[in-house]
């Protein structure tokens, strides 16, 4: 059975920073696609960040690149979300996910939610200004 449980989410001030962790069960780690997704409301669920198995193919939607930072670490079966210079637009919950495969063909299936098989329950991130 698999199990992923978001932490680290909160209150933050416009520019602050949050470190989201994700621990998962019930697999090998390694062997799949971790993402994150992030839902606000009244919004559709949105891409956040992906990274491989091993870590080498690290995606990021283009709202979010050079403030976000995704890391695993297979050892300790967590993946990681660093959001530093968070901005009110970041406000969601913040979800993450357990990929179909160790890695995919094309930077696109990493950012469908349809290629994620199991979801945590999510983490509520809420920026003030």
């Known amino acids: 059975q698999v199990q992923l449980v978001e932490s680290g989410g909160g209150l933050v001030q416009a520019g602050g920073s949050l470190r989201l962790s994700c621990a998962a069960s019930?697999?090998?780690?390694?062997?799949?696609?971790m993402g994150w997704f992030r839902q606000a409301p009244g919004k559709e669920r949105e891409f956040v960040a992906a990274?491989?198995?091993?870590?080498?193919?690290?995606v990021y939607a283009d709202s979010v690149k050079g403030r976000f930072t995704i890391s695993r670490d297979n050892a300790k079966n967590t993946v990681y979300l660093q959001m530093n210079s968070l901005k009110p637009e970041d406000t969601a919950v913040y979800y993450c996910?357990?990929?179909?495969?160790?890695?995919?063909?094309?930077?696109?299936?990493?950012?469908?939610?349809?290629?994620?098989?199991?979801w945590g329950q999510g983490t509520q991130v809420t920026v003030s200004l």
């Open positions: 019930g697999r090998t780690f390694s062997n799949y696609v």
């Open positions: 990274i491989s198995g091993s870590g080498i193919t690290i």
């Open positions: 996910a357990l990929g179909r495969r160790a890695s995919y063909s094309s930077s696109h299936h990493y950012t469908r939610p349809l290629e994620y098989d199991y």
